[in-house]
Nanobody
Framework: QVQLVESGGGSVQAGGSLRLSCTISGYTYSSVCMAWFRQAPGKEREGVAS???????TYADSVKGRFTISQDNAKNTVYLQGNSLKPEDTAMYYC???????????????????????WGQGTQVTVSS
């Protein structure tokens, strides 16, 4: 079965950096869209960034220029590097995966979390002012 395991969350002061990792196993489809979502208390889960099998990336406006999504195909791992972190970045961050052989990855991210069938357990990021 497909498993996603995240790591790298923690607490950091505003202006600091964190790198999240997500390793996927058991995925057998030829095309995959990997994404990071986040959910703050009392708010809906929102898409942060996505990357497809070819390396094309998409970002939410709120993180453009500060976050970078990347992948290491040899390690089946996706990373989310967050720089210049703000208190409003505080949330539980989730890694997710979806088939992307019919619909483009950036479209899947825009459509939202219901389009992603595989999820990690989440990792907490807390940014203090």
């Amino acid at each position: 079965q497909v498993q996603l395991v995240e790591s790298g969350g923690g607490s950091v002061q505003a202006g600091g950096s964190l790198r999240l990792s997500c390793t996927i196993s058991g995925y057998t489809y030829s095309s995959v869209c990997m994404a990071w979502f986040r959910q703050a208390p009392g708010k809906e889960r929102e898409g942060v960034a996505s990357i497809d099998s070819g390396g094309s990336t998409t970002y939410a406006d709120s993180v453009k220029g500060r976050f970078t999504i990347s992948q290491d195909n040899a390690k089946n791992t996706v990373y989310l590097q967050g720089n210049s972190l703000k208190p409003e970045d505080t949330a539980m961050y989730y890694c997710a995966a979806a088939r992307a052989d019919i619909v483009s990855c950036w479209v899947l991210l825009h459509w939202g979390p219901s389009r992603f069938g595989y999820w990690g357990q989440g990792t907490q990021v807390t940014v203090s002012s």
